[in-house]
């Protein structure tokens, strides 16, 4: 890659970080003006557009990036997240799948795999590929809280606060992790009242 090109990549991050995605968006067009078959260029337009929900851009931007190298870990599982976003999990799974024949044992394309899997109703499969990220990569609040919400779906309480409680720690201000506690706490004391009227 050109001393250009990393310049102008190392740019487009910072502000992709900062949270300025059309700026982001721009500086990645500069490289495509240069070098119309780069795939990381058109991937990082994607993953910003993702950010922005601009979901048919991003989509335009992601099957480029598989136009150009089909082989793409990033773009097939950027577009698998772009699928599990709105809620087409069959799609989803397809990208997701081939992202991680490309590049295996990777946490965050499992915990997207996982999610989708789970929501298209193999939900101990799901689990199952949720449960390998979170050993790969034990402290990831996102995947943390994604096997956490699995679990309060399958009403596996316990495991469910477990790992939300986990999060708090890592993450003190986690705004999500808190109300998904409190969410536990009560679908937990409402399935135990459910129970016992059930029993009487």
Known sequence: MSEDKNFLFKEAEQLKMAGNHTEAISVCEKILMDDLECTEAYEEIGDNYLSLREYDKAKKALEKAIKVNSRSANANYLLGFLYSAIGDFGKSIKYLELADNYESNHPEILRCLGWSIY???????????????????????????????????????????????????????????????NAVKFFQHEYKKLKKEEKN
Request: charged letters at 30%.
């Open 119 to 181: 929501h298209e109703g193999q939900k101990q499969r799901g689990i199952v590929l949720l449960e390998r990220a979170v050993t790969l990569s034990p402290q990831d609040p996102l995947i943390l809280s994604d096997l956490g919400v699995c679990y309060l779906n399958n009403k596996k309480f316990d495991k469910s606060a477990q790992l939300f409680k986990k999060i708090l720690k890592i993450e003190p201000d986690n705004e999500k992790a808190k109300e998904c506690l």
